[in-house]
């Protein structure tokens, strides 16, 4: 049977007593919370604090993403502009590629496409070439 402390005397009395044996102080129900209200109070702010974190987190790595992304699709159009400057069809039409590709990469539909134009013109006038 489980024990509790009478908090007048201090002796060691039955949890489920209404009265100290020893004493007779009245012993007040104590509840005790539920598993159910344990769970709740204590695993739900930590349940929100790590989806929050965790919608940070993605949040964060997105943008770090995006970017990175951007730099990328940056570097092909500065080296596509180079080599246009130089004037070889053949180099051309492949950094025309790979700015195609690297939109694709992306995910960039709307630049994909203008890209896979360019790239189709460029191509074919480097086989006129
Ligand atoms: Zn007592």
Redo the contacts with the bound molecule.
């Keep these: 049977m489980a024990a509790a402390r009478?908090k007048?005397?201090?002796?060691i009395?039955i949890r489920k007593a209404t009265a100290?044996r020893?004493?007779?102080?009245r012993i007040e129900k104590i509840s005790f919370p539920s598993a159910g209200r344990v769970l709740l109070f204590v695993l739900m702010p930590i349940a929100v604090f790590l989806l929050i974190s965790r919608i940070e987190w993605v949040r964060q790595t997105n943008d770090e993403i995006r970017k990175i992304d951007n730099q990328v699709v940056q570097y092909v159009l500065h080296q596509y502009e180079m080599v246009k400057e130089q004037g070889d069809p053949y180099k051309i039409c492949h950094q025309a590629s790979i700015v195609r590709a690297t939109y694709f990469e992306v995910n960039d539909v709307t630049n994909y496409r203008k890209w896979k134009k360019i790239e189709k013109s460029d191509c074919k006038r480097s086989q006129l070439h």
Excluded: A, D, T, V
């Design positions: 009478c007048k005397c201090n002796n009395i100290c020893y004493c007779g102080e």
